[in-house]
């Protein structure tokens, strides 16, 4: 999430209680979580697994839970719950703000765009022109919709990350990372029936232009799909997933967090995908292997039972 207009580190220590080391006239623009971080982003780590994969991101200034040595020109901000402390911060830049009518007075719905009887647009959504959206669509605050859209009935779009800080010697392990990404949509993009895609963490989960998804794909926070991409029913793709143009998901593909499928790549389908893929490929099976070999794979997995017997009958003649 970017924040309106750079906002001093001081600001920031003073809002969440924190004692700054390092750069202390630094100027932060945005919030990010680690996957996504950029220059000039705040991001917070609590465990020291992660300090130093923290510390020598992207992100200039650093909530963190403990001193330590800090990289010129960044700073952290030293404070006992940084967890809690990016809550706050989220809270302030993003407050929750409910609704009372089916479409925001702060949403802008372009020239040409229909919006059908029982759909739901949410405060500061932004549709372009000669898009369509079908009933019982709910699209959550902050998403930003293209031109020439079609999102079918029964569509979400921008529900919350499904993201928690574990820490398993409190009494509730999981607690909720509030989302303050957003889902943006290019043009020229249709989107299923039934589908779900969540907003980022604190970055934008994005659907690029001339992407075409069948009903029930859903899509996790922070993932970047890319152009002309063609999803088929029931995909699945986790968080943080940056899928490039050309892309071709058959039915039921699932795809785990964090990785990569290269351009142009085709997945058949009930594959499943634990780790990046190179393009210019077609994949199946589980773990995803290139389908020319797999399909030989099977081929003489189907002959054991032959070469079984035939090892029996030679054994039987010695």
């Known amino acids: 999430m970017k924040f309106p207009s750079p906002v001093s580190v001081q600001w920031i220590a003073e809002l969440i209680g924190a004692t700054v080391t390092g750069n202390k006239n630094g100027q932060a623009t945005g919030i990010n979580e680690l996957h996504k971080v950029e220059e000039g982003d705040l991001v917070f780590v609590d465990h020291p697994k992660y300090y130093d994969t923290c510390i020598n991101s992207a992100a200039t200034f650093i909530i963190i839970n403990k001193e330590t040595a800090v990289p010129e020109g960044k700073a952290l901000l030293v404070c006992d719950e940084p ?64 031109d020439n859209v079609i999102i079918q009935a029964g569509t979400v779009i921008g529900s919350d990350a499904f993201y928690y800080n574990t820490k398993k010697n409190r009494e509730v392990w999981y607690k909720k990372m509030e989302s303050c990404g957003r889902v943006v949509i290019e043009d020229n993009v249709e989107i299923g029936a039934g589908c779900t895609i969540d907003k980022g963490v604190s970055h934008d989960t994005v659907i690029g232009r001339g992407t075409k998804f069948d009903n029930q794909v859903h899509i996790g926070h922070d993932s970047i799909i890319g152009k002309n991409c063609l999803f088929a029913a029931q995909v699945g793709v986790a968080g943080a997933v940056d899928i490039k143009d050309g892309v071709i998901l058959w039915g039921q593909v699932g795809v785990s967090k964090t990785l990569t499928i290269g351009e142009n790549a085709v997945v058949l389908a009930q594959t499943g995908v634990p780790s990046s893929l190179e393009g210019n490929k077609t994949y199946f099976g589980y773990p995803a292997e290139d389908a020319s070999y797999k399909r030989r794979e099977l081929v003489w997995v189907k002959r054991i039972p032959e070469l079984w017997e035939k090892v029996k009958g030679l054994e039987s003649k010695k």
């Open 83 to 146: 967890f809690e402390a990016y809550l706050k911060i989220v809270r302030h830049f993003r407050p929750f703000s409910p609704s009372n009518q089916m479409i925001s007075d702060t949403a802008v719905i372009g020239e040409g765009s229909v919006v059908m009887p029982g759909a739901f647009i949410g405060n500061h959504v932004t549709i372009g022109k000669n898009s369509i959206i079908y009933p019982n669509v709910t699209i959550y605050d902050y998403t930003v919709i293209g």
